[in-house]
């Protein structure tokens, strides 16, 4: 059993910041790719952004020089810091891991997500 739990969403003003974090439990071996979706009222679900476990991020143009993700191994941790939040960031934000489990004499990577948190980005 593995589980993902988001935290640090909320109601921010414009121009204001929000720290995410997700933190992945259960049987874990290790974790490739994680990162951070978003999905608005009405729109789909959108990538925000990525990093592998060697730290190397991609983020969305829409994002970029805003947004940091990070992550701390130790932990099976992923941050997202959020800066001069605007109003069209406003969404439920998913954390995603792609995370290795045993089986037996061999393991297998699952995608993994988590129950999402509300941004809200509004005066």
């Known amino acids: 059993q593995v589980q993902l739990v988001e935290s640090g969403g909320g109601l921010v003003q414009p121009g204001g910041s929000l720290r995410l974090s997700c933190v992945a439990s259960?049987?874990?071996?290790?974790?490739?790719?994680m990162g951070w979706y978003r999905q608005a009222p009405g729109k789909q679900r959108e990538l925000v952004a990525t990093?592998?476990?060697?730290?190397?991020?991609k983020y969305a143009d829409s994002v970029k020089g805003r947004f940091t993700i990070s992550r701390d191994n130790a932990k099976n941790t992923v941050y997202l810091q959020m800066n001069s939040l605007k109003p069209e960031d406003t969404a439920v934000y998913y954390c995603?891991?792609?995370?290795?489990?045993?089986?037996?004499?061999?393991?297998?990577?699952?995608?993994?997500w988590g129950q999402g948190t509300q941004v809200t980005v509004s005066s």
């Open positions: 995603n891991a792609n995370i290795v489990r045993s089986h037996g004499t061999y393991v297998v990577p699952y995608n993994y």
């Open positions: 259960g049987s874990i071996v290790s974790i490739n790719d």
């Open positions: 990093i592998t476990s060697g730290a190397s991020t």
